[in-house]
Structures are given as C-alpha cells and as structure tokens.
C-alpha cells in the first residue's frame, strides 16, 4: 500500500531507512546522530542555525541539507519556530529531485500529465518517474492517487510510488505542505515528470 504512516515499516524494496518530522521551538535545540549511510534534512518551515562538521550554517524554509558522514552529530538551533523532516537511506548518487512543496486548489485545474478518468481541482499532472518518489506531509490535507487508487493526505503520512508508476494530487482540503523526494535514477535515468504520451515507460 502506497500509504504509509511516517513512523511506520518502509516496504522491502524501499532505499529509505527511516522518515521523521519534528517541531523544534524558538531557541530549543535538537540533537541527532547520523545512523544512515546518506541523510537529508529538510526545513519544512521556519529557520535555524545548524552545527555539523565543524560548521555553522544558517537555513530556512525550503532549504536541504546533504548528511554524509555516519556516525556524526548534528545540532539543530531554532531561530524560530521550525519543522524539520530528517529523512536517512541507501539510495545512489544519481537521484532524482528532492525539496518542500505546498499547493492548493486552482480557480483553473488542469491536468497537463496522461489522461485520466477523475475529476481534479488543482493544477497538477499524472505522471510517473525513472526512480521511487516520496511524497511527506507535514501540514494540510488533501487527496492523492498512486497507482490508480485515491489516497487521503494528512501530516504525519507519506505516499510512496515506485518508479514507473503513475500519481497525481488532485484535491486539497486544506493548503498542504510537504516534502518530495526522489530515490535513485534506474531504467532509462531520466529526471523530472514522466508521461506516456511524449515518453515511453
């Protein structure tokens, strides 16, 4: 099932060993230890002072970091109120694309992706990927399809498509917010939205 809780067993053909999303409040600190060969840190919202590797960098909503050093501690500051979504696995690397999205209905909802048989109210396009893709939600609500199945989005969730299969996010309750991240490149390598009609599976 392409649904899954956050805290919740990835599938075996998963490259992701774990996914976590924490709030850290103005001035707090959190403390991790890399446990995975490759890591990443998305901030979700708000801004931050980040120690790692005997360094200090400053980031902000939207902003990821690359974890390569297992073993290592990483310190988190809050420069206000944060969202951090730490994410940790095996993949290589030639992935795919990775960042935080947000999106909401359209006044003008249109499908630029393969053909499909729903109705929609965002701007968005039905395609599919060279590579596994992630899809993290951390606030808002809305419905998505993987698959060919309708899936509720909520935060703390993440829907989970393997490469080659079809998905879409049609409909938003409430503004989401989230965080995509695509795995390894395999097949034929190709980056970005994938459709039928100018691209052959």
Same mark, same amino acid.
């Given at each position: 099932?392409?649904?899954?809780?956050?805290? +919740?067993?990835?599938?075996?053909?998963?490259?992701?060993?774990?996914?976590?999303?924490? *709030?850290?409040?103005?001035?707090?600190? &959190?403390?991790?230890?890399?446990?995975? /060969?490759?890591?990443?840190?998305?901030?979700?919202?708000?801004?931050?002072?980040?120690?790692?590797?005997?360094?200090?960098?400053?980031? &902000?909503?939207?902003?990821?970091?690359?974890?390569?050093?297992?073993?290592? *501690?990483?310190?988190?500051?809050?420069?206000?109120?944060?969202?951090?979504?730490?994410?940790?696995?095996?993949?290589?690397? *030639?992935? #795919?694309?990775?960042?935080?999205? &947000?999106?909401?209905?359209?006044?003008?909802?249109?499908?630029?992706? +393969?053909?499909?048989?729903?109705?929609?109210?965002?701007?968005?396009?039905?395609?599919?990927?060279?590579?596994?893709?992630?899809?993290?939600?951390?606030?808002?609500? #809305?419905?998505?399809?993987?698959?060919?199945?309708?899936?509720?989005?909520?935060?703390?969730?993440?829907?989970?498509?393997?490469?080659?299969?079809?998905? +879409?996010? /049609?409909?938003?309750?409430?503004? /989401?917010?989230?965080?995509?991240?695509?795995?390894?490149?395999?097949?034929?390598?190709?980056?970005?939205?994938?459709?039928?009609?100018?691209?052959?599976?």
């Amino acid at each position: 099932m392409p649904l899954l809780k956050c805290s +919740d067993p990835l599938p075996e053909w998963s490259e992701l060993d774990f996914i976590e999303t924490f *709030e850290i409040k103005k001035g707090e600190v &959190k403390s991790l230890i890399q446990k995975s /060969i490759k890591e990443k840190i998305f901030i979700g919202e708000g801004s931050c002072e980040i120690f790692m590797d005997m360094k200090n960098l400053k980031a &902000k909503r939207e902003d990821y970091l690359e974890l390569n050093n297992p073993g290592s *501690e990483i310190r988190i500051r809050a420069e206000e109120d944060c969202i951090v979504i730490h994410i940790g696995g095996r993949w290589s690397d *030639e992935t #795919g694309s990775c960042g935080v999205f &947000k999106i909401n209905n359209s006044e003008s909802p249109y499908n630029a992706g +393969d053909p499909v048989n729903y109705d929609r109210k965002t701007e968005f396009d039905n395609h599919f990927h060279d590579c596994d893709e992630y899809w993290i939600i951390f606030k808002g609500s #809305g419905l998505a399809v993987s698959e060919g199945e309708k899936y509720d989005l909520k935060p703390g969730y993440l829907l989970a498509t393997r490469m080659g299969d079809h998905h +879409d996010l /049609i409909n938003v309750n409430e503004e /989401i917010h989230g965080v995509w991240f695509e795995t390894s490149l395999k097949g034929k390598k190709r980056l970005g939205h994938l459709w039928n009609h100018p691209h052959s599976k």
